[in-house]
């Protein structure tokens, strides 16, 4: 089946630094990529959509300079969280849509925990 | 303001019985409906799913109910397996371009 891969899976930084973390479809291609984040307990919360090609679209109250997402190719796409702080400490997950199944359910990676001391 | 909800944080069973996930959600225009499972540390896997203009889908042990007047939904699992323990997401959208909106999720625990 489809397959989504999100790499890497656990990260530890110190405050400042800037993280990336990858997700790629590994035998679709998507046009469009979805990032989300999930808090102990909660939800998975969209923060962006990530067009190839294009500028990424952002939700509501997600900070487009310090999420930077890069959608370069129909496999893959980055999210940058730069100057990290503790509060950005969470969970990310991606997600993909198979283009050329748009009815079919997004496939999820297995998200990247980042932990930032 | 939640769109999706699903008020039981847990849910806990004997293995063979039935567990019974529900599911509500305040936008009637919501016209398609899936139920995602996720283990610690993992991504969710798509489970089983029901467009609006149904109101049950089946598929193994697992079926989704859907009850557009209440708009509330649920997945029955029967009988339950303790591999089914996870964390069970209900999410909804509109359009097959629209965005998955996600409820908090369930853990389901299946004890032997």
């Known amino acids: 089946g489809a397959v989504v891969s999100q790499h890497p899976s656990w990260v530890i930084c110190k405050s400042g630094t800037s993280v990336k973390i990858e997700c790629r479809s590994l035998d679709f291609q998507a046009t469009t990529m979805f990032w989300y984040r999930q808090f102990p307990k909660q939800s998975l919360m969209l923060m962006a959509t990530?067009?190839?090609?294009?500028?990424?679209?952002?939700e509501q109250g997600v900070e487009k300079d310090k999420f930077l997402i890069n959608h370069a190719s129909l496999t893959l796409s980055t999210l940058t969280v730069t100057s990290a702080h503790p509060e950005d400490s969470s969970f990310y997950i991606c997600s993909a849509r198979d283009q050329d199944r748009v009815n079919q359910p997004q496939h999820f990676g297995d998200g990247t925990r980042l932990s930032i001391l | 303001d939640q769109q999706v909800k699903q008020n039981s944080p847990s849910l806990s069973v004997q293995e063979g019985r039935i567990s019974i996930l529900n599911c509500d959600y305040t936008?009637?225009?919501?016209?398609?409906f899936l139920w995602y499972k996720k283990y610690p540390a993992e991504g969710p896997t798509f489970l089983i799913s029901?467009?609006?203009?149904?109101d049950k889908n089946e598929d193994g042990r697992f079926t989704v109910f859907l009850n557009k007047s209440a708009k509330h939904l649920s997945l029955h699992i029967v009988p339950s397996q303790p591999g089914d323990s996870a964390v069970y997401f209900c999410?909804?959208?509109?359009?097959?371009?629209?965005?998955?909106?996600f409820g908090k999720g369930t853990k389901l625990s299946v004890k032997p």
């Open positions: 990530s067009n190839e090609g294009s500028k990424a679209t952002y």
């Open positions: 029901i467009s609006s203009i149904k």
């Open positions: 936008n009637s225009m919501f016209d398609y």
């Open positions: 999410a909804a959208k509109l359009g097959s371009q629209g965005n998955l909106i």
